[in-house]
């Protein structure tokens, strides 16, 4: 066990409760106000949980594990947590930036401390993004949750099971039928087990795409059948950290524009493009706050 003093802004439960709002995700658990994992080093798995104390001003996670304590096991643990608590986001600029908008200065105040998560694996954020292509959230993560407990792995950790996701050369080897037995669709059947393939061959390098620019990134993307513009820029803002990113071509982010930032009045790809020009150099905290203002604008409580 060890200790981790991330710098502030932190608003734990704001930031992991994603895990949990549409349906329980078998490789994050997140109950209780405790995410468990299973991180891979070292050729080993390890199980680990976060735990939070302190305030978001005085933050504090506590990071426990089974498993050798190594230095390199808690260098990667480390790493990992600081992924999954969005560490690296600028967050005092985006505050700075954003108190002069009248749209994000209200998602400030309502979210304070809210970061973005980012996927500690790559192949496991885009399968994710493949399985909610077209569909909505509770049923991507309902099929998403049968695919890690059918192909991953289930470890035990303080009475909690959590699936290590299973990794490319796993799903390379599935059946179309299996996936769609999952519900997926044929396509995306298709989809994962081909992205999955050109992984564990080698044709998409993930480890090498994360140093490209932007443009490239997006273009060795969606060069593989099945992904496309929407899962290459949330690739790059969820998966990459990249800070100044709108996918606006989902459908998610155009319908919280329409509701915060055009009252309602309809908006395709290339209008919320131009009205988050202004939020330069953070678009991609900038719709992190705009999806978690939408979301509290449909339970009736619109910040204010």
Not at 186 to 204: D, H, N, P, Q, S
Request: with cysteine; glycine share 10%; hydrophobic share 45%.
């Amino acid at each position: 066990m060890f200790t981790l003093r991330p710098g502030p802004p932190l608003d734990f439960a704001l930031t992991l409760q994603r895990y949990a709002l549409w349906g329980v995700d078998p490789a994050n658990v997140y109950q209780e106000g405790v995410l468990y994992r299973v991180a891979r080093t070292g050729g080993r798995r390890v199980p680990f949980r976060l735990a939070a104390g302190g305030s978001a001003d005085c933050p504090r996670v506590t990071v426990t594990f089974d498993g050798p304590d190594t230095r390199e096991t808690r260098a990667a643990l480390r790493a990992e947590a600081s992924r999954l608590l969005g560490s690296t986001a600028d967050l005092r600029g985006f505050y700075r930036h954003a108190g002069r908008d009248p749209v994000l200065a209200p998602l400030v105040r309502s979210f304070y401390g809210l970061r973005p998560t980012l996927a500690p694996d790559p192949f496991e954020m885009l399968v994710g993004a493949i399985a909610a292509q077209q569909v909505n959230l509770p049923f991507a993560f309902a099929t998403r949750a049968r695919l890690v407990q059918r192909f991953g792995e289930p470890v035990v950790m303080d009475g909690v099971t959590v699936y290590a996701f299973p990794p490319a050369a796993t799903l390379a080897g599935a059946e179309v039928e299996t996936l769609r037995a999952m519900q997926f669709s044929t396509r995306k059947a298709e989809y994962i087990i081909g992205l999955a393939r050109a992984v564990a061959e080698g044709a998409l390098d993930l480890a090498g795409v994360a140093g490209a620019p932007d443009d490239e990134v997006i273009a060795r993307l969606t060069a593989v059948r099945g992904l496309g513009r929407w899962t290459a820029e949330w690739f790059l803002a969820r998966g990459l950290g990249r800070p100044d990113v709108c996918p606006a071509d989902d459908l998610g982010v155009r319908r919280a524009f329409e509701a915060l930032c055009f009252r309602g009045r309809p908006c395709d790809a290339a209008r919320a493009r131009r009205h988050a020009l202004t939020w330069r150099p953070y678009r991609s905290l900038a719709v992190h706050y705009l999806l978690a203002g939408a979301r509290l604008a449909r339970v009736g409580a619109v910040p204010a």
